[in-house]
């Protein structure tokens, strides 16, 4: 009897066995995760630096008293646009109406030495020859003549500055522009022994933007162009885009026109400058600005969104999908954002699949499946026809069985 005991003991573990085993070997290995990826394409980007500048107008004049005397009044209205040579400010014209009028005198009175003295000198020339006056003579006659010519020529000089000094008692607009405030109220002496500064004028279309860029991006930008994967663009060529206060930009593009060649010590930074046409007078000079210039063009470049760029302390890095279907990591250079992408300078090349979605699924060194980003993900049991878990055998709700 113990025998067999022994065989159906053994017969029911064989069999328990075989159906563990078999368990095993229908148990499905799990799938690689879908990820979402963009394929890395190079492409020819515009360089573009947010930096931040101050306005200032192209040209700036004061308005001085260039004669001394009393400010009867001010002829133009604070703070308008004024035209150059317009009258701004009128100064007591008596006082310089006199000096005009004794230099008049003067002038006339030497006319009349002159007159005389060369009345004189006439005659010792006709008598000379006769003998009737001596050399001596005739020749301090014609000394007097000249004398008398030059102090008729002084004369006029001054007459001529007279009449200059009474027209600076209407003191006009050097440059167009927008007039300030009067720092000079009427009845005040002004231009005595300086000249009194009465106003001053802005033109302020267009305008000047000066900015800087640090001498170590400058030389980094000139080295990339020497190794031909940027292009830089030449003064006057150069964009700027000014940003205003809500965020939008400027509907004037500005143009380079000055850079500097000298770093300053002080800051370490290279002085540029842009000349920004302000027709509207949106902008006004001394304004602290953001703006947008774009100094050339970045070939070779990709734009990855910035989601699919992640940072550690190695640096910015991306996880690719390789060939084989395996994830790989690779360093980039990530230092501008173009919108929402980062513009990636180095470390990928083209056809590289970027994993955007599904991140927090992928290892690297795994297996993952590439679909194009923002795919809907297919469902389980799609491609074999099998039915969800739990389906069969289901029963609509509120039905006996």
């Given at each position: 009897m113990i025998a067999p005991v022994r065989s159906v003991a053994l017969c029911c573990a064989l069999a328990v066995a075989l159906a563990a085993c078999s368990k095993n070997q229908e148990q499905p290995q799990m799938p690689p995760p879908e990820v979402g990826v963009v394929k890395a394409s190079p492409q020819t980007v515009p360089l573009e630096r947010d930096l931040v500048g101050r306005l200032s107008p192209v040209r700036s004049s004061d308005v001085r008293a260039r004669v001394s005397g009393v400010l009867l009044k001010r002829v133009y209205q604070e703070g308008t646009d004024v035209k150059e040579g317009q009258v701004l400010f009128q100064i007591d014209p008596a006082p310089l109406r006199a000096s005009l009028s004794g230099a008049q005198a003067n002038l006339a009175s030497a006319q009349a030495t002159y007159a005389n003295a060369k009345i004189a000198a006439d005659r010792a020339r006709q008598l000379a020859p006769q003998k009737f006056v001596s050399q001596s003579d005739l020749d301090n006659a014609e000394a007097a003549e000249r004398s008398a010519a030059a102090a008729v020529q002084q004369m006029r000089a001054?007459?001529?500055?007279?009449?200059?000094?009474?027209?600076?008692?209407?003191?006009?607009?050097?440059?167009?522009?927008?007039?300030?405030?009067?720092?000079?109220?009427?009845?005040?002496?002004?231009?005595?022994?300086?000249?009194?500064?009465?106003?001053?004028?802005d033109q302020l279309d267009p305008l000047y933007v000066n900015f800087s860029i640090s001498a170590a991006e400058l030389e980094a930008l000139r080295a990339a162009q020497s190794?031909?994967?940027?292009?830089?663009?030449?003064?006057?060529?150069?964009?700027?885009?000014?940003?205003?206060?809500?965020?939008?930009?400027?509907?004037?593009?500005?143009?380079?026109?000055?850079?500097?060649?000298?770093?300053?010590?002080?800051?370490?930074?290279?002085?540029?400058r842009a000349t920004l046409p302000n027709p509207d007078r949106k902008l006004l000079p001394?304004?602290?600005?953001?703006?947008?210039?774009?100094?050339?063009?970045?070939?070779n470049a990709f734009l990855i969104p910035q989601g699919a760029i992640q940072r550690d302390t190695q640096g910015a890095y991306a996880m690719v999908v390789g060939a084989d279907g395996k994830?790989?990591?690779?360093?980039?250079?990530?230092?501008?954002?173009?919108?929402?992408?980062?513009?990636?300078?180095?470390?990928?090349?083209?056809g590289d699949q970027v994993v955007v979605d599904g991140l927090q699924k992928v290892r690297e060194g795994a297996p993952?499946?590439?679909?194009?980003?923002?795919?809907?993900?297919?469902?389980?049991?799609?491609?074999?026809?099998?039915?969800?878990?739990?389906?069969?055998?289901?029963?609509?709700?509120?039905?006996?069985?």
């Open positions: 001054n007459v001529e500055t007279a009449r200059i000094n009474l027209g600076y008692a209407s003191v006009t607009a050097p440059i167009s522009g927008r007039a300030g405030k009067q720092q000079v109220t009427e009845g005040a002496l002004v231009g005595q022994g300086e000249a009194t500064l009465l106003t001053t004028i190794g031909g994967n940027v292009q830089l663009s030449d003064t006057g060529t150069a964009k700027v885009q000014v940003k205003l206060s809500d965020g939008s930009l400027y509907d004037q593009p500005g143009t380079l026109d000055f850079s500097g060649v000298v770093v300053d010590p002080a800051t370490g930074s290279v002085s540029l001394g304004a602290f600005v953001t703006l947008r210039a774009t100094l050339g063009q970045q070939a994830v790989v990591r690779k360093s980039v250079d990530a230092n501008q954002a173009v919108g929402a992408n980062w513009l990636i300078t180095r470390g990928l090349a083209a993952a499946k590439p679909v194009p980003a923002g795919a809907k993900p297919a469902q389980p049991g799609a491609a074999t026809g099998q039915k969800p878990a739990g389906a069969e055998g289901a029963k609509p709700e509120g039905k006996a069985e």
